[in-house]
């Protein structure tokens, strides 16, 4: 694929898998065209389904006349296939390992742990839910520790990989937090996760495509037919 | 003086995802300490190691762990270069990576759970969903010695490790026809070519032993 070949993107402005692919293209500065599916549990286009006939989800990028699919895949092929600093995954094996291990850790784990509290049916359900998203949430707080070394992102200094897997789970984390009234991340117990959360949400490659916590609990509410 | 490479891999001799390990160090010639870890009774050393899945494999590289077979593989790839197990192309790359993931998550769980359902019509159902997925991967054949194309590579590993040397095995042991020579001949052209690869067959599990381990994993999963 050349460089110069089209680029689009598929994705629905509340998917946070979507989010990553449009962090990443940001980052690479390569210009594309987005394509919304504006209720992608419901009604996929025709584009989607021929692009992504597998898993019929989004993200899907389609560089020229090919499509890459899953969230964490469409952001290796953007560092692969655009070579132009700044590199999203770290020059290191052994780095890289740790940032490709802890991205999976999100989507197996952590997301895991999201569904399990939203679809709770009691509240026993929902208290043990919690627990275990409160554990995770733990564990990422001393990956964090440990992989910032003392810098603002996962990625040390700037935003990288492990940055952008995880910045997805701050808009559903924040959507429970409005649901339940408590707080999942907490000074007391994720600091530095805290202030990693405002740097990420602030930062120039993710500020224009994720939405606010208001604009996520307002799309939640209507979803889900809460007042 | 070169550093002496300290590698090490943690596996379980009927573990797919260990034995696709054990492969990739084979094609690279890395030479390895191994040490067999049982399902029940986990080291210390894996426990330490691999404190939030606790499982295999675990390479360590120089006293460094690397865990999850993906990320070992491609670790493994990007420490010693020389036999590329991936392809250099970025597109070939997010393929591989991308039919990987349906091999280990959707081809993986239809293909075990097809053995485990009690009723025939259950078996017989996951065993068509299972061929839906495979079918993905035929396609992909055509035309081509391997997956990785003309030498075997990360999704050759993924799958081989899989599919022909342990799915297929525990389907024998159940008596279940799941991929059949009229349907799948790229498939079966495919494993005869892996089985034509030392480092692949050198690292398979035995076959008797390993169909009598599926079917006592499969027990095991109905009775719990």
């Given amino acids: ?227 | 003086m070169a550093e002496k490479e300290e590698v090490k891999l943690l596996g379980i001799w009927a573990s797919p995802f260990s034995r696709r390990i054990e492969m990739a160090l084979k094609l690279k010639g890395i030479a390895y300490d191994y040490v067999e870890e049982s399902l029940d009774n986990k080291s210390p050393l894996l426990l330490a190691l691999n404190p939030i899945h606790k499982k295999v494999p675990v390479l360590v590289h120089n006293g460094k762990a690397i865990l999850e077979s993906h990320v070992v593989l491609e670790y493994i790839d990007e420490t010693w270069k020389h036999n590329p197990i991936l392809p250099q192309d970025p597109y070939d790359r997010s393929k591989a990576r991308f039919f990987a993931k349906l091999v280990d998550e959707q081809i993986f769980n239809a293909g075990f759970v097809s053995m485990t359902k009690a009723e025939q019509q259950g078996r017989e159902d996951l065993a068509e969903q299972t061929r839906e997925l495979i079918t993905y991967l035929e396609k992909e054949l055509v035309g081509k010695d391997f997956l990785g194309g003309k030498s075997v590579g990360f999704l050759d590993l993924v799958a081989g490790s899989m599919i022909p040397f342990c799915l297929e095995r525990g389907w024998e042991g159940m008596g279940l026809q799941v991929i059949t020579d009229d349907k799948f001949p790229e498939y079966k052209r495919w494993v005869k070519n892996l089985e034509k690869v030392e480092s692949v067959t050198d690292c398979i599990p035995p076959k008797e032993k390993h169909i009598e381990h599926m079917n006592f994993m499969v027990g095991r999963f109905r009775s719990s």
């Fill in chain 1, 1 to 227: 694929m050349a460089q110069n070949d089209t680029v689009k993107l598929i994705g629905s402005w509340s998917s946070p898998f979507a989010l990553r692919a449009r962090v990443a293209l940001h980052l690479k500065s390569v210009k594309y065209e987005y394509l919304d599916e504006p209720d992608v549990l419901k009604s996929k286009s025709e584009l989607l389904l021929k692009s992504n006939p597998i898993h019929k989800k989004v993200p899907v990028l389609i560089h020229g006349d090919v499509s890459i699919c899953e969230s964490l895949n469409i952001v290796q092929y953007v560092d692969e296939a655009w070579t132009s600093d700044p590199s999203i995954l770290p020059s290191l094996p052994y780095d890289r390992a740790i940032a490709r291990f802890w991205s999976l850790y999100v989507d197996d784990k952590i997301f895991a742990s999201l569904d399990a509290v939203a679809g709770a049916k009691d509240d026993g359900e929902r208290m043990a839910a919690a627990g275990k998203l409160m554990e995770c949430l733990a564990i990422l707080e001393d990956v964090f520790q440990k992989s910032s070394k003392g810098l603002g992102f996962f990625g040390g200094e700037n935003i990288g990989f492990l940055d952008i897997a995880c910045g997805t789970i701050l808009g559903p984390v924040s959507v429970i937090e409005a649901f339940s009234g408590v707080k999942f991340l907490r000074e007391e117990t994720t600091p530095g996760l805290i202030q990693w959360a405002e740097k990420f949400r602030a930062h120039e490659a993710v500020k224009p495509y994720m939405p606010t916590v208001e604009e996520f609990v307002a799309f939640a509410k209507k979803k889900f037919n809460v007042e």
